[in-house]
């Protein structure tokens, strides 16, 4: 479940959205009311419940021998997804659904690589919501690994001190840091 080129997608579990109209996030960090989309890179992040915590890394140029064998180890894969053990049934059960947008509504969000695309104008998808199936056999079809842990931050801690890309969504939704003795 990827855009085709020249197109951007927004996933949502609510399959009667018929117009997007640019709005500032409860949980935003910019005061900038936009529509969120991602390309076919960054599509994989949403292949989740929305409010499901994961935390994600994946191999650029600059990753090391030693990071990749780390945290991706071995399985041959070159991304990695984890969420925790109290996500799995949502995350098989959810219905989830991508909207497709022309890609000329939107421009790339976040430096220096953008991880998502914007629009502040509002727009109106391509055509009726998609049913995006599966989740787990889209991990599987991509080659992604996916983790299943008790708790995120240990990985978490790993993945942002890597030399591999990486990006948490929804992580004030995972289960609390364990104490440090």
Do not use: K
């Not at 399959?15 to 009311?33: G, K, N, W, Y």
């Not at 499901?52 to 894969?77: E, K, N, Q, S, Y």
């Not at 992604?144 to 801690?157: K, M």
């Not at 942002?160 to 969504?169: C, E, F, Q, R, V």
């Amino acid at each position: 479940m990827r855009p085709q080129p020249g197109e951007v997608l927004h996933f949502s579990e609510d399959p009667t959205i018929s117009s997007f109209v640019p709005h500032v996030a409860a949980t935003a960090r910019q005061p900038e009311a936009y529509v969120w989309a991602v390309d076919a890179a960054r599509a994989p992040d949403y292949w989740f419940p929305r409010q499901c915590p994961r935390a994600m890394a994946w191999t650029v140029p600059t990753t090391t021998d030693a990071d990749r064998d780390h945290i991706l180890g071995p399985g041959g894969a070159d991304r990695v997804h984890a969420i925790e053990y109290g996500w799995v049934d949502r995350l098989r059960d959810v219905r989830l659904f991508a909207y497709r947008f022309s890609a000329e509504h939107f421009r790339p969000y976040g430096e220096p690589v953008p991880n998502a695309f914007v629009a502040t104008e509002p727009v109106e998808p391509l055509g009726p919501p998609e049913p995006v199936g599966d989740l787990l056999r889209l991990h599987e079809d991509a080659g992604i690994q996916l983790r299943v842990l008790d708790n995120l931050w240990g990985f978490w801690d790993a993945v942002i001190t890597s030399s591999l890309g990486w990006s948490g969504i929804r992580l004030r939704n995972a289960r609390p840091r364990p104490e440090i003795h």
